[in-house]
């Protein structure tokens, strides 16, 4: 039994330090003193249970929901490490890079995604499993040795003003107008359109107060024409709901994010231009801010990014300013 263990190993430890008299002496007194405990030898194992490790995970998105992690990033860590680890079938502490290596190989061999896909999966997993490291569940990192999966960056072009001009004018109501407009002046993401309301904008000074990523605080501004479209636009309801873009008909509901990626959709559509959606608004704008002098600091706060190598991902350098600032410094 671990009790008579313990008194064992602890009277090996002493036995030339005190007299055999007094060796009995302490056995008698551990023997008496332990009789009511029953010791269990402390692990550091994590249990076989099943449910552990998603019991854990679950821990782990909780702790990233404290922490600001927005729902969809909520979604994206769980989808992927509960994958993972129903997929391996081994305690946390068993998994090892060779685990993670497979999965993702033959992950990528059975649904043909690609290396950029493939790569955002790694970072879900070694999110994870920093984490575990860091609250001592496991005592090594198996993602430390898997090595950033490179795949070819694309550049995703901004709408040209001619781009932009033409979406207007795809326009047929007030609404459709002021709500391309809105995303340009703002450089808002889509989730923070959605969720404004018509009170929530400050005509008189021309800003706003959205919540972004992880419930984050930021100030919005917009330009005099999408305060004038927008107030156009509100004048134009009849309906009385509180916000700020709503659908066309009754019951007038609020325009979801799915809504107003459908009318931009359409808008694209009727003005010949491929690929118009929200996202591509904010590039434009946070493009423009940079090829005007803006410093990226601020163009960082107008988009609401906390790291300035986001920001630089975000923007597209034409090969025109290149050549115009080359002339301007190399001759």
């Known amino acids: 039994m671990i009790r008579e263990k313990f008194i064992s190993d602890v009277l090996a430890k002493i036995r030339?330090?005190?007299?055999?008299?007094?060796?009995?002496?302490?056995?008698?007194?551990?023997?008496?003193?332990?009789?009511?405990?029953?010791?269990?030898?402390?692990?550091?194992?994590?249990s076989s249970i099943d449910e552990t490790p998603i019991r854990i995970l679950n821990t782990f998105i909780f702790t990233k929901q404290i922490e600001g992690k927005s729902s969809k990033t909520l979604k994206r860590y769980y989808s992927m490490n509960h994958s993972l680890i129903q997929s391996i079938d081994k305690p946390l502490n068993q998994i090892s890079t060779y685990d993670i290596r497979f999965y993702l190989a033959t992950y990528q061999q059975k649904r043909k995604v690609s290396n950029h896909t493939l790569d955002g999966m790694r970072r879900c997993f070694a999110?994870?499993?920093?984490?575990?490291?860091?609250?001592?569940?496991?005592?090594?990192?198996?993602?430390?040795?898997?090595?950033?999966i490179k795949y070819p960056k694309t550049i995703k072009k901004p709408f040209s003003s001619?781009?932009?001009?033409?979406?207007?004018?795809?326009?047929?109501?007030p609404r459709d107008l002021s709500i391309v407009s809105f995303l340009?002046?703002?450089?808002?993401?889509?989730?923070?359109?959605v969720g404004l309301n018509r009170d929530d904008i400050d005509f008189i000074s021309g800003d706003a107060i959205v919540f972004g990523k992880g419930a984050k605080e930021r100030k919005i501004y917009l330009t005099e024409?999408?305060?004038?479209?927008?107030?156009?636009?509100?004048?134009?309801?009849?309906?009385?709901?509180?916000?700020?873009?709503?659908?066309l008909k009754s019951p007038y509901?609020?325009?979801?994010?799915a809504g107003i990626e459908?009318?931009?959709?359409?808008?694209?559509?009727?003005?010949?231009?491929?690929?118009?959606?929200?996202?591509?608004?904010?590039?434009?704008?946070?493009?423009?801010?940079?090829?005007?002098?803006?410093?990226?600091?601020?163009?960082?706060a107008v988009l609401g990014h906390a790291d300035l190598k986001t920001t630089?991902?975000?923007c597209y350098i034409s090969q025109k300013n290149v050549r115009n600032t080359y002339k301007k410094f190399a001759e």
């Open 16 to 46: 030339n330090i005190l007299p055999a008299s007094q060796l009995d002496t302490l056995k008698d007194i551990l023997v008496t003193e332990l009789y009511e405990y029953d010791l269990i030898k402390k692990t550091t194992e994590l």
């Open 262 to 300: 459908s009318v931009l959709k359409r808008l694209g559509k009727l003005a010949g231009i491929e690929n118009v959606h929200p996202h591509r608004y904010r590039r434009t704008l946070a493009t423009n801010l940079l090829d005007r002098g803006a410093p990226i600091q601020d163009v960082a």
């Open 127 to 148: 999110s994870f499993f920093s984490w575990l490291a860091a609250e001592n569940f496991i005592t090594k990192n198996p993602c430390l040795a898997i090595s950033q």
């Open 312 to 314: 630089q991902i975000y």
């Open 184 to 193: 340009y002046a703002s450089g808002c993401r889509v989730s923070e359109v």
């Open 225 to 247: 024409v999408a305060i004038m479209h927008l107030k156009d636009y509100l004048l134009s309801r009849k309906d009385s709901n509180p916000c700020l873009f709503a659908t």
């Open 162 to 173: 001619t781009d932009m001009k033409r979406i207007e004018s795809a326009c047929t109501n």
């Open 253 to 257: 509901r609020r325009l979801s994010k």
